[in-house]
């Protein structure tokens, strides 16, 4: 059997979000500081919730790649995904692949929140802390609208892939790997 094929027939091997342990505690954390309800407390609210959302636009982009590469079977196709790059790059990606579930809405709301954290960032110095609070108070509704937005879109890559395992790939199967997979 060949790499792609083993990794459609096991769900443990599809794509998921990187040391989600760590991205639970910094979503524990955030809250945490963004409920003190200062401006300190906030900003590190909404880095941490970057974060996090940096990790959510490449677990769907790993989800993209591999709805691409089950849909050239048997041909292969390989992507490479930077693991260092800024958020833009991650959001321009999602906006040039395949589309899926909600991709618009998921989309227009990491931007959106991109530009609080831009925002507050950048005219720290410039600006009255107290009026930059008032705008990053935006900023843990916004994040949970998109943290529903990923579960919707994981949710949804997950029936693809399972679908595409029970209706398209079983046919690839020897009846011993067949038997191996489902009894």
Not at 34 to 49: D, I, P, Q, V
Request: proline share 2%.
């Amino acid at each position: 059997m060949d790499k792609i094929l083993s990794r459609i027939m096991n769900s443990d091997d599809w794509p998921s979000i990187q040391m989600p342990e760590n991205l639970e505690l910094l979503n524990e954390l955030a809250g945490n500081s963004f409920g003190l309800n200062t401006f300190e407390g906030m900003l590190a609210a909404t880095l941490m919730y970057h974060q996090i959302l940096e990790a959510m636009c490449m677990h769907i982009l790993e989800d993209c790649y591999f709805y691409i590469q089950l849909s050239v079977y048997p041909a292969e196709i390989e992507f490479k995904l930077p693991k260092d790059k800024m958020f833009g790059y991650y959001i321009s990606e999602l906006k040039s692949s395949v589309s899926f579930l909600k991709k618009q809405e998921f989309i227009e709301k990491a931007e959106l929140f991109n530009s609080y954290r831009v925002g507050a960032v950048h005219r720290m110095r410039r600006t009255n802390l107290d009026t930059l609070a008032v705008e990053l108070q935006k900023v843990k509704g916004c994040f949970d609208e998109i943290f529903d937005l990923y579960n919707d879109i994981q949710d949804d890559f997950r029936v693809i892939f399972h679908s595409l395992q029970k209706d398209t790939f079983v046919e690839y199967l020897t009846d011993k790997e067949y038997d191996e997979y489902f009894g």
